[in-house]
């Protein structure tokens, strides 16, 4: 490959940040199983993941309200990070954040 070839190849990093925060009331802040809300929710975004044909490479609870999952797919490696909490009142507080790096090669 010569000099000039060089500028005819171009490595590419994109890099996708999103943040998304939702608010609810619950009918009952005592009878509310927080635990089993994160599991479900931790599950159905295994299953997004694993329909999109991503893989998970790492996946962890740190605690009943929150999970954070690795994922890698062609040319794209993220992670997904959810926490809860309940807050005064009968209302839960739910944020998800979203990266994710994706390589390509231009030719």
């Known amino acids: 490959m010569g000099a000039g070839d ?10 996708q940040v999103k ?4 608010t609810c009331q619950i009918d009952s802040a005592e009878q509310f199983d927080e635990g089993g809300f ?7 975004v295994e299953a997004e993941l694993n329909q999109s044909k991503a893989k998970i490479i790492g996946s962890t609870n740190p605690d009943a309200s929150s999970f954070y999952l690795e994922y890698t797919t062609e040319g794209t490696r993220g992670k997904v ?15 998800a954040d ?8 231009a030719k």
């Open 81 to 95: 990070e959810v926490s809860g909490g309940k807050t005064p009142g009968t209302y839960y507080s739910l944020e």
């Open 19 to 22: 943040n998304e925060s939702f």
């Open 6 to 15: 060089a500028d005819r190849y171009v490595a590419s990093i994109c890099k």
């Open 98 to 105: 979203l990266d994710e790096n994706t390589n390509s090669e």
């Open 38 to 44: 994160i599991a479900a929710l931790k599950q159905k």
